[in-house]
T-cell receptor, first 114, second 115 residues
Framework: DAGITQSPRHKVTETGTPVTLRCHQT?????MYWYRQDPGHGLRLIHYSYGVKDTDKGEVSDGYSVSRSKTEDFLLTLESATSSQTSVYFCAISSSGGGMNTQYFGPGTRLTVL | GENVEQHPSTLSVQEGDSAVIKCTYSDSASNYFPWYKQELGKRPQLIID?????GEKKDQRIAVTLNKTAKHFSLHITETQPEDSAVYFC??????????????FGQGTELSVKP
């Protein structure tokens, strides 16, 4: 597996609380992505980054924000968690962008919002 | 918006049979098509990919075919084994040639191989 870690791996939180998920890579890859995985929906892109401080929205970005202050770290924040954000969150990295190269996935974070 | 449709959503085969999963995509500029396998509780992992300058690619028991005219591509697994049981995802690139390019994933196919 590529050098990608996610923390925490599991989290249970209450509706309305802020939550931050962390993705850390040791591959020095420029491109990083956050996906959520829900039954019947496959992997849906939340936000992605094409460099330090360069981020953009994906197809399901409402209610989420991201930050990337260092190449190795990409943070996903739920400002005020809702039950609809209960999901498994995967981070991915790629050495090249444009959707043209392999994306390697982290181990995932299972988030439950009560 | 751009999308990728994947069929079937579930597939059950007997060990030794072949399995075929099909995907269609909407962006005619897409030219990179990876397939990922995800075992229960694990991360998706790339098993094979194809670029638009080739029509078919094989890796042992796995093959992928691409028809750019019809905008569809398929995964073929021959001589299936119980360890092939997993969820398989196709994906297609969009936003070709830009830093904002990304992958759009299909909804997934749950393959079950019965001994």
């Amino acid at each position: 597996d590529a050098g990608i870690t996610q923390s925490p791996r599991h989290k249970v939180t209450e509706t309305g609380t802020p939550v931050t998920l962390r993705c850390h890579q040791t591959e020095n890859h420029r491109y990083m992505y956050w996906y959520r995985q829900d039954p019947g929906h496959g992997l849906r892109l939340i936000h992605y980054s094409y460099g330090v401080k360069d981020t953009d929205k994906g197809e399901v970005s409402d209610g989420y924000s991201v930050s990337r202050s260092k190449t190795e770290d990409f943070l996903l924040t739920l400002e005020s968690a809702t039950s609809s954000q209960t999901s498994v969150y995967f981070c991915a990295i790629s050495s090249s962008g444009g959707g043209m190269n392999t994306q390697y996935f982290g181990p995932g974070t299972r988030l439950t919002v009560l | 918006g751009e999308n990728v449709e994947q069929h079937p959503s579930t597939l059950s085969v007997q060990e030794g049979d072949s399995a075929v999963i099909k995907c269609t995509y909407s962006d005619s500029a897409s030219n990179y098509f990876p397939w990922y396998k995800q075992e229960l509780g694990k991360r998706p992992q790339l098993i094979i990919d194809i670029r638009s300058n080739v029509g078919e690619k094989k890796d042992q028991r796995i093959a992928v075919t691409l028809n750019k005219t019809a905008k569809h591509f398929s995964l073929h697994i021959t001589e299936t084994q119980p360890e092939d049981s997993a969820v398989y995802f196709c994906a297609a690139s969009i936003g070709l040639g830009t830093v904002r390019g990304k992958l759009i994933f299909g909804q997934g196919t749950e393959l079950s191989v019965k001994p």
